[in-house]
């Protein structure tokens, strides 16, 4: 019925069924379609046709003040609903960064957010500097909500939790000048001779059992432990120093000029959701969705 009444209108502004097809950017048939059901709806004649153009009836012209008055009404009550809709609603602040792509819960959240309406997503971007991601994490629950990344920080579970969405495989990148970088693949013993930095500032489990396990069965290679969390920082050095580094699939387009090889190494990172310790009701709410969602896929 709306479509029908603002066709109304603009046949009766325009004074032809072809003009206001144009001005609908809908065929001349469609308009005359409409009219005429609009007629049978309402059960009298609103226009006289004539050949050269429309006018309005009796009754036509009594209706076209009430049908304006409808639209308006309509559009004012459209304003109202979405003002409402919005003050009811809970924008959730995803943190995202190069080395922490929010994607894995963007495109998670695409699939369902029309079930959800509720709920909106604000993007807030933050640097990865090892400097000062230490304060970054902290920020989780007050200016950000969650961040959306791998697991490599232990030492500061204190101030978050996680939510496991997936693993990362692990890698090897190396400059493109290196004599590795043409390998679709490379096993542990092509590193041999070779230096490995294999970055841990943030003191993770999974990379301390990659690097006992490397020590220990692999002293060929001569690992470089670099005491920092993960930034743009070290993948620039290791390509300066054409020293191999020990990454995730992940992150295989953060540096052009860096190759990223899938490894042999029988280990994975976990990434997902970091959030708060005591999350909001709104993110609880959130994170309840997320967590059934991708309970519902595996």
Known sequence: MIEQLKTFVQVTESGSFSKAAEKLFISSTAVMKQMNLLEKQTGVPLFIRTNHGVRLTKAGTAFIKDAEFMLQYFQESLIRMHQSAQANRHIIRVGTSILNPCNILIDLWNGISDLYPQFGINIVHFEDDAHTLPTTYRMIGQSLDIIAGPFLTDNLKDYYRLLELGSYRVCFAVSRQHRLASRKTLCVEDLYGERL??????????????????????????????????????????????????????????????????????????????????????????????????????
């Open 197 to 298: 930095a294999i970055v841990n500032g943030g003191n993770s489990a999974v990379i301390h059992e990659i690097r006992d396990f490397l020590k220990m069965k692999h002293p060929q290679i001569r690992i470089k432990d670099v005491p920092r969390l993960y930034d743009l920082d070290v993948f620039n050095r290791c390509e300066e120093s054409n020293t191999v580094m020990l990454t995730l699939e992940a992150w295989a387009d953060i540096h052009p000029s860096l190759v990223t090889i899938p490894s042999d190494l029988d280990f994975t990172v976990p990434y997902g959701l970091i959030y708060p310790l005591h999350p909001s009701e709104e993110v609880g709410q959130f994170l309840e969705i997320i967590k059934e969602m991708r309970e519902r896929f595996d």
